[in-house]
């Protein structure tokens, strides 16, 4: 079992940058695989960006490839996304996720879920 909890949401002017947060619990945290999604008001949750347990291999949604970065710091239970050159389409609750063993983009089979961080972007 794990608990997540995200946090570095907030309101930005368009082209701006944010970083979000997102801590563990347990000390389990180097065997899941994480995922950032996202739900904007009316829309289906989507995938943003996914890392592996060890952090070596990373995947990112075509909309954010460039943009956005994911990283984990195992020792800290945490796992970051750097969102840069931000877009008002970029307006959603952001969730983290977290997944024993391989690495998804598919939301359903993550186990895991943060109770989302609110993400708006300003034109």
């Known amino acids: 079992q794990v608990q997540l909890v995200e946090s570095g949401g907030g309101l930005v002017q368009a082209g701006g940058s944010l970083r979000l947060s997102c801590a563990a619990s347990?000390?389990?945290?180097?065997?899941?695989?994480m995922g950032w999604f996202r739900q904007a008001p009316g829309k289906e949750r989507e995938f943003v960006a996914a890392?592996?347990?060890?952090?070596?291999?990373?995947y990112y949604a075509d909309s954010v490839k460039g943009r956005f970065t994911i990283s984990r710091f195992n020792a800290k239970n945490t796992v970051y996304l750097q969102m840069t050159t931000l877009k008002p389409e970029d307006t959603a609750v952001y969730y983290c996720?977290?997944?024993?063993?391989?690495?998804?983009?598919?939301?359903?089979?993550?186990?895991?879920w943060g109770q989302g961080t609110q993400v708006t972007v300003s034109s």
């Open positions: 347990g000390r389990t945290f180097s065997r899941y695989a």
């Open positions: 996720a977290a997944k024993v063993s391989w690495v998804t983009v598919t939301s359903n089979e993550y186990d895991y």
């Open positions: 890392i592996s347990q060890s952090g070596t291999s990373t």
